[in-house]
């Protein structure tokens, strides 16, 4: 009688295995599938920073670009400088240069340059302007004794680099004074051109 009882209790007690061997497996299969969306969702955190990270560094490099772009079209407006121009017409050459040799001489004062002399060559009859286009063109050579230290002729020549009108440096010798060698001795050839 005991395995009449017992054959009543084979199928809920296979049904019951079988149950318990599915829902195990499907914990199993739950718990691969949950590491799984984990390690998704890790990695897609992991790519979304570093996609974040290269978006940023694109960016500084395109802003990078850009500001290079514009100090070389400032670099090519700079160097693209304009003759003076009077604001009176029909003068000679010497009226005519008379007022950028007023702003260069005002650069010489800024800078506590002292000049000990100045020599004028108008028109000089070597210079490619005069020689091709004198009716268009005034010139100026200059020849300029100038007593100053480094830091102040530093200075000068940096703001004679960023005068607004065309001009040409000619030469420049240096000699420092003997008695106090910071002390420097310049000559200094500059030419100075105006339209007429």
Same mark, same amino acid.
């Given at each position: 009688?005991? $395995?009449?009882?017992?054959?009543?209790? /084979? /199928?809920?007690?296979?049904?019951?295995?079988?149950a318990?061997?599915?829902?195990?497996?499907?914990?199993?299969?739950?718990?691969?599938?949950?590491?799984? +969306?984990?390690?998704?969702?890790? @990695?897609?955190?992991?790519?979304?920073?570093?996609?974040?990270?290269?978006?940023? *560094?694109?960016?500084?490099?395109?802003?990078?670009? /850009?500001?290079?772009?514009?100090?070389?079209?400032?670099?090519?407006?700079?160097?693209?400088?304009?003759?003076?121009?009077?604001? !009176? $017409?029909?003068?000679d050459? @010497?009226?005519? /240069?008379?007022?950028?040799?007023?702003? +260069? #001489?005002?650069?010489?004062? +800024?800078? *506590? !340059?002292?000049?000990? $002399?100045?020599?004028?060559?108008?028109?000089?009859?070597?210079?490619?302007?005069?020689?091709?286009?004198?009716?268009?063109?005034?010139?100026?050579?200059?020849?300029?004794?100038?007593?100053?230290?480094?830091?102040n002729?530093?200075?000068?020549?940096? @703001?004679?680099?960023? %005068?607004? %009108?065309?001009l040409? +440096?000619? $030469?420049? @010798?240096?000699?420092?004074?003997?008695?106090?060698?910071?002390?420097?001795?310049?000559?200094? *050839? #500059?030419?100075?051109?105006?339209?007429?």
């Amino acid at each position: 009688m005991d $395995s009449e009882k017992l054959k009543q209790f /084979i /199928i809920p007690i296979l049904l019951i295995v079988v149950a318990l061997f599915a829902l195990f497996k499907l914990g199993s299969m739950v718990a691969s599938n949950v590491q799984t +969306i984990m390690g998704a969702k890790s @990695e897609l955190e992991t790519k979304t920073t570093s996609l974040q990270e290269k978006k940023d *560094k694109l960016a500084k490099l395109q802003k990078e670009e /850009i500001e290079a772009k514009k100090k070389e079209e400032a670099d090519k407006t700079g160097q693209e400088k304009q003759f003076y121009k009077p604001i !009176i $017409s029909g003068m000679d050459t @010497e009226a005519v /240069i008379a007022g950028e040799f007023t702003e +260069i #001489l005002e650069l010489v004062r +800024i800078n *506590k !340059i002292k000049v000990r $002399s100045i020599k004028y060559d108008y028109d000089p009859q070597d210079d490619a302007f005069v020689k091709g286009a004198a009716s268009s063109y005034n010139v100026a050579r200059l020849n300029m004794e100038m007593i100053t230290n480094y830091p102040n002729y530093e200075n000068f020549l940096k @703001e004679l680099y960023k %005068h607004e %009108h065309f001009l040409d +440096i000619q $030469s420049m @010798e240096m000699v420092p004074y003997k008695k106090n060698k910071s002390i420097l001795l310049i000559n200094f *050839k #500059l030419k100075l051109y105006a339209q007429k």
